[in-house]
Every structure is written in C-alpha cells, then in structure tokens.
C-alpha cells in the first residue's frame, strides 16, 4: 500500500483509496467502519498529541500515575465533521474536517489501513488530500450536504 500526501487542508481534507478491484458491498461495509470509527474517536478527541501521557512513559506503565489536570490544560483537540463515504469503481473517496485534531489522526488511520490491506481487502494506493482529475470534487470541496448548511 503506498501513501502519498497532496495538498492537504485540515479544515476539508478528501483522503482517497484506490483498490486492485472494486470493493464489494461487504468490504465496503468494513471501509465505512474504519473511517466512521475513526471519526468518532477524533469527534471525541482522541487525537490529543499535547496528552500522550501512557505513550510518554514507555514500557513500564505498571502503577504509572495518570495526570489529570495536565490531560484537563491540554488543547482541546476534535474533528469537526465527516461525509459519507463515496465509492467509484476501484476508488473510494471520504471529505473530513479535522478541525484541531493533531497529525497523529492520520498516523492511526494509516496504520489501521495498512493493516486491513494485509488482511481483508488490498488497498494499493491511499492519497491524503488533493484531488483526482478524473472524479473532480464539489466545487466548494466540501460534500453537497455540508456546503449547504454553511
């Protein structure tokens, strides 16, 4: 699976997947999952780089003494929104507004990605934001259903 980064806004940010065929609807179902789950731990705030407390101990986190008012002082870090997820042919393309959600968002959703290529249904290429020449996106880059509620 290769990834390569294109113009990238996290205010409205496209991540493309290109498969070796189609996707059927089943694995499709799994493609939705991955992005919604995702998602929803980034809507929750999950992606909080400014509060990697466990990850900064290392190894040996038994008894580690979790902080509490330093994860309360850190920068609230969530996504804002996400479309539905669109398929076309061996393409999948899903729009996101990251919002404040630290870059580490995209390091898990690539790692989950790679995995699931390995296991489930080969993904060849993933392109993190930019655009394809040959399925253009809305005008305004943003999903019919959000440009028009702005």
Not at 15 to 41: K, V
Not at 50 to 70: A, H
Not at 130 to 135: A, I, K, L
């Amino acid at each position: 699976m290769q990834v390569e980064f294109r113009e990238c806004d996290f205010f409205s940010l496209w991540i493309w997947l290109r498969f070796e065929t189609a996707p059927s609807l089943l694995e499709q179902q799994y493609i939705d999952e991955i992005f919604d789950s995702w998602y929803f731990l980034g809507k929750l705030g999950g992606f909080n780089a400014e509060n990697l407390q466990v990850q900064e101990t290392g190894l040996e986190i038994s008894y580690m003494t979790y902080d509490d008012s330093s994860a309360e002082d850190s920068f609230l870090s969530v996504m804002h929104n996400m479309a539905e997820v669109e398929y076309n042919g061996v393409w999948a393309r899903c729009w996101f507004d990251l919002g404040t959600s630290d870059a580490i968002a995209l390091d898990v959703l690539l790692n989950a990605l790679r995995q699931f290529s390995r296991e489930y249904v080969a993904i060849e290429q993933v392109y993190i934001g930019g655009e394809n020449p040959d399925w253009p996106i809305p005008q305004s880059s943003r999903p019919d259903f959000i440009a028009g509620e702005a």
